[in-house]
């Protein structure tokens, strides 16, 4: 209570001296002891002496909400307003005010005071009131407290918190409540100190919101010479050394203005502004946690937090900043996207997608809210709504790079690449060095065969000086995929058989292109590719590989068909014909050449004797040495696929399992260059410690958008395996018992990744079963689910398959037999047959191949599209075409996966053989191998149809 009165006899003082900027420090030291409305009154009228009028607006509202009919808070509110230049809401305030002194005349002088002010007298009663006032611009860069920020680092979104910290670009006042029209109240007669340092406290903040920053830090600087502690001095130089990008000097200031005033709200939020542009998460949202304790229902602070969160991907938290702040600032829209943009993160779809629309609502031309509206809708695989959210955000700014780039991406999603280098040109002709355009322009240039045009976006890319690691991974990938091109415009004339990545490119290679690591060693250790040839130095296609025969025609159009039956019907997963166009080809080629294989078997029964194999299933390989090659001699030969082993079983069967599936692998390979497939077992050393798959259901707090439908399964299958071993695997493969404690139950009980990982206490997997049928009572290692802490903020809960030699091995044995399962179930009375019961043991051993072909996933990326479109093609081989979708929400590689043996037939037999019709008309097609016989046909049938 002393210390009270005390204060409040210091503070009248204060105010007898004009001294605001030291009586707003008191008002702010009693407020934190208890909220008194009159004390937030007083308050407001400091600020109003120091003419930071949104403070004054600020504490106006927040006396209004305690008491509506303080009429002072009427007319300060409505003055500062129309200093802002807002004359129409600071009449609404004072007629407001007027109505309620009216009603209850309890206040004559207010009364009086309003009238005036609505009759237009404004200046009379801010001369009575306030004092006059002088014309320089003044701004809100700092005070006293934390009542709330009016310079220009308390409006940056996200976007601005990171990039215009970092890049040094200035934003400028903007006409209604913006930090360069405001004025600066001093008196002209008063020769004192106090009154002259806010005068200079005031032109600081002014040249900070006019972006001279070094001559507001100037300002500053004296100040600071003579009152070195002075915390609004610090929190003004400090705010324009962090537009200036010197964070670390902006964070030193903010610290010492908190070290002499820890009141000083304003520094606490600027620090963690300053903080969070600095990548330094954790920081930067104590300090912004700590601003909110002195003004915790600040729309503002919980706009910055929210956005700090979600670039963060502490999305749970994002969620609930931006959500308190959208019900205390309606009108917020970039709280709305970015609320959008969290809630999206979790799989809260319909709620992001609503948010959006109300962000948009608010301004029809909010360029990231139709951005991110569009991407939603990709995600969603609803293109149209993507398309006209696009389409709305081109008609808005037709200089939005951003805009062509999205439209990039769609169309490239959807397997129309023409369509996507059109918008991608539109956007690099704006911004010529846009690193994502020219990334991706670069590979749809690639995929359609443009080799020349591939490799000079790719060259800029690489020459680009870059400011994010993500920005770094795509130059990294540029630098493969140049290599990618290069090799594939080397082969463009020779025959399709030649194209052979995985023999082709050396081992180290492929592993750092796999998992995008810096090309260094690569370039140190792998003979690069030679630039492209004389002959083809346009790189692009020859006439006789784009001309439509009528060939051509017949199996485009078929493939077309056969294609579609790949979609998934999950989120994420976008129509791409030109992966169905992908799958179908190599689908029917499957079956052309199993069909072949299949007849030369009957022959062999029939005549006694081994015909003679074809030469499609045993071409030499050509000479290895070349860029990115193993360097092999030019006199080593293998088979085409480069796996060298016997093809003639002891039921003469001329194809082995990895052939056919080879096929599917190479047309995987060369539908979509900037996808690193390639065969696990031909990776270098890294094959012996197990590298393999990894696909995750949560990443964080994020759920995988693709995935995240097979989550609850995946986790209660995992909570079944850990209830019968009683046990799981640690990180380092130690065995982690769980039979004690009750562990067993309560793991049983587990809801939740979070649940699961409290009840084992470390990062650790289990591995589901895959019981073999070439091993009599054996169980194969099949998925390894894993669970991993991700810092504070969540989980990465995936299935993860390593592929060790030993498990290859075993794999191997697997296949083998399930081929050889299905070549004889169909060599006998099913031979050509039409009876759908006499190919029921046909169709089962083409799904138990499929099962175990998953539980393999011997490929680092397509394993699921490989295994589905073999499957297509053994049907067709036995005279059965597939007619039906796979159904929504089913992946049938997850069901492989979540199921412990070739059972897992049974959920897909409910959906797939209904759909089997016989069809024997396919046989009439044209040979797909000698049709599209060069690797310049190949890649010309993938890129003409119309986008």
């Not at 600032?329 to 959008?340: F, H, Q, W």
């Not at 043991?841 to 990326?861: E, G």
Request: aromatic residues 10%; neutral net charge.
């Amino acid at each position: 209570m002393v210390s009270s009165v005390s204060e409040r006899q210091a503070l009248a003082r204060l105010c007898a001296s004009r001294d605001w900027s030291k009586a707003i420090r008191i008002l702010d030291s009693l407020l934190s002891q208890s909220c008194s409305v009159q004390d937030i009154c007083n308050r407001a009228y400091c600020y109003s002496q120091l003419e930071l009028h949104k403070h004054v607006i600020k504490d106006c509202d927040k006396a209004l909400q305690m008491n509506s009919t303080l009429l002072q808070a009427y007319i300060l509110k409505g003055q500062s307003l129309s200093a802002l230049g807002k004359k129409e809401d600071a009449v609404h305030a004072w007629e407001k005010g007027h109505e309620l002194a009216i009603r209850q005349s309890a206040d004559l002088k207010q009364l009086l005071e309003l009238e005036e002010l609505l009759n237009g007298e404004k200046q009379t009663s801010m001369n009575n009131s306030c004092g006059e006032t002088s014309e320089e611009p003044t701004s809100t860069v700092t005070s006293a407290s934390d009542s709330g920020s009016e310079s220009q680092l308390e409006t940056i979104d996200t976007n601005d918190i990171h990039n215009k910290l970092k890049d040094g670009s200035v934003v400028h006042g903007k006409p209604n409540g913006g930090l360069g029209n405001q004025k600066i109240f001093s008196s002209v007669t008063s020769k004192s100190k106090s009154i002259s340092l806010d005068f200079r406290l005031s032109r600081g903040i002014a040249k900070v919101n006019e972006g001279k920053y070094d001559q507001a830090i100037s300002i500053f600087d004296q100040i600071l010479r003579d009152n070195p502690t002075y915390s609004e001095a610090l929190i003004g130089r400090g705010t324009a050394y962090a537009f200036q990008r010197e964070l670390e000097s902006a964070i030193a200031d903010f610290t010492k203005a908190i070290q002499s005033n820890s009141l000083a709200g304003e520094a606490w939020k600027r620090r963690g502004q300053a903080r969070a542009a600095l990548g330094e998460s954790a920081e930067a949202i104590k300090d912004l946690t700590k601003a909110l304790e002195f003004e915790p229902h600040s729309s503002d602070i919980l706009h910055e937090k929210g956005i700090v969160n979600f670039k963060f991907k502490d999305y749970n938290a994002a969620i609930e900043d931006l959500s308190s702040c959208v019900k205390l600032d309606k009108d917020n829209k970039s709280a709305y996207t970015y609320l959008g943009l969290a809630l999206a993160s979790i799989g809260e779809h319909k709620r992001a997608e609503e948010a959006h629309l109300k962000a948009i609502q608010l301004d029809p031309c909010f360029i990231d809210g139709w951005a991110h509206l569009a991407q939603l809708y990709q995600e969603l695989v609803n293109t149209q709504k993507a398309f006209d959210c696009l389409k709305q955000l081109v008609a808005i700014d037709g200089r939005c790079v951003k805009a062509y780039h999205l439209h990039g991406l769609v169309h490239h999603g959807i397997g129309a690449h023409r369509t996507a280098i059109k918008y991608l040109s539109m956007g690099l002709s704006i911004e010529s060095s846009n690193l994502e355009c020219l990334y991706l322009r670069g590979s749809c240039y690639h995929a359609i065969g443009e080799y020349g045009d591939a490799i000079k976006d790719y060259d800029a890319v690489l020459d680009l000086e870059l400011d994010t690691i993500e920005k770094f991974v795509l130059q990294c990938l540029a630098f493969y995929q140049k290599e990618i091109a290069l090799y594939t415009a080397s082969k463009i004339n020779r025959e399709f058989c030649w194209f052979d990545i995985d023999a082709d490119l050396d081992p180290l290679f492929k592993e750092y292109w796999c998992k995008r690591l810096h090309p260094k060693n690569v370039c140190e250790k792998v003979f690069r590719q030679p630039p492209l040839r004389e002959s083809h130095r346009k790189g692009k296609l020859r006439k006789q590989d784009l001309a439509v025969t009528k060939h051509k025609s017949i199996l485009l159009e078929a493939a077309d068909d056969i294609g579609k039956k790949i979609q998934y019907g999950s989120p994420g997963f976008l129509p791409n014909k030109r992966q169905y166009r992908m799958a179908g080809l190599a689908a029917i080629e499957i079956a052309q050449k199993v069909s072949k294989a299949w007849r030369a078997s009957k022959n062999v029964t029939k005549n006694g004797k081994k015909t003679r194999r074809n030469e499609n299933f045993n071409l030499p390989v050509q000479n290895r040495g070349g860029a990115c090659c193993s360097t092999s001699s030019s006199l080593e030969t293998s088979t085409s696929h480069g796996f060298g082993e016997d093809r003639f079983t002891s039921n003469h069967f001329t194809m082995s399992w990895r052939d056919i599936y080879s096929i599917a692998v190479k047309w995987r390979q060369i539908s979509e260059p900037c996808d690193a497939v390639v065969w696990v077992n031909k990776l270098s050393e890294e094959f012996n410690s197990g590298f393999g798959s990894h696909t995750s259901m949560i990443l964080g707090q994020a759920k995988v958008v693709r995935y995240f439908e097979n989550y609850h399964r995946t986790l209660d299958l995992a909570k079944t395996i850990i209830g019968e071993k009683r046990f799981v695997n640690s990180a380092s493969d130690e065995a982690i018992d769980l039979s004690r404690d009750g562990k067993i139950h309560k793991i049983k009980n587990a809801g939740s990744c979070s649940d699961l990982y409290t009840i084992v206490g470390e990062d650790f997997w289990v591995s589901t079963s895959c019981y073999s049928t070439a091993f009599e009572e054996r169980i194969l290692e099949g998925t390894r689910i894993t669970l991993q802490k991700m810092g504070e903020r969540g989980y990465d809960f995936a299935i993860r398959t390593p592929c060790t030699p030993a498990r290859w091995d075993d794999y191997d044995t697997e296949m083998a037999l399930s081929w050889e399962a299905i070549c004889k179930s169909y060599s006998g009375d099913a031979y050509g047959s039409t009876d759908m019961t006499a190919l029921e043991n046909v169709r089962d051993a083409i799904l138990r191949m499929t099962y175990y072909w998953y539980n393999f996933m011997p490929l680092s990326r397509g394993s699921a599209v490989v295994g589905y479109v073999v499957l297509l093609g053994l049907f067709l081989a036995a005279n059965m075409e597939v007619t039906g979708s796979i159904p929504t929400g089913v992946q049938v590689d997850w069901e492989a996966i979540l199921s412990p043996n070739p059972d897992f037939l049974q959920s897909v037999k409910t959906w797939l053989y209904p759909s089997v019709k016989l069809n024997k008309s396919w046989r009439s097609y044209p040979d797909v191998a000698s049709t599209f016989n060069t690797v310049g046909s190949v890649v010309a049938a993938l890129s003409t149809y119309n986008d």
